[in-house]
């Protein structure tokens, strides 16, 4: 069981016998009372977000998740398809259920899923990824005062908002918990 203080940003916990994310936490303590935590979670199989309260004493239970390597394959309108490393038996997730990490996937590439009770339940990125720039407009000379910046397709099809100097065929490192540029590969 999880106390209070061990209840943190990406801790993943079982209510309802269902595996929830923590999403955000934010501490509380009051004067003379208990501390009280305020929590957004996600519920891994359905991702379904509530907010909860946690105060005093209560405990979480922690969710029972094993990590397995598995390939990205490819992504239609609505479902991203993987293919486990090891049985090659192939499975999907809807977008919805995977979010705004589906943005970041490159076919072909090595993500670890999260096992919930032997069921897929949900995908977990690297923190940074690499990905390459296919299309960029021009810098336009005269308009670098400040932190100008433009907008560019990358190789997933997603679009992120870059510094003026990066160039189509760049590669380019994205923070893949923030969905912000962090810097060149």
Known sequence: MLSLNEIKLGTIIKINNE?????????HKVARGGGVLKTKIKNLISGNVLEKTWQGNDKAEEASIQEKVSQ???????DAYFMDNESY???????????????????GA???????????????LPPKINLRVISAP????????GNVTKVVALETGANLTVPLFINEGDEIRVNTETGEYAERA
């Open 138 to 145: 021009p810098a336009i000379k005269g308009n670098s005062a």
């Open 19 to 27: 595996p929830y994310v923590v999403i955000r936490a934010d501490h």
């Open 110 to 124: 090595d993500v670890k899923v999260l096992y919930f009770e032997n069921k897929p339940v949900s995908i977990k």
């Open 89 to 107: 038996e192939q499975f999907n997730f809807s977008l919805d259920q995977i979010g705004e990490a589906a943005n970041w996937l490159k076919d």
């Open 72 to 78: 990205f394959l490819y992504k239609d309108e609505q």
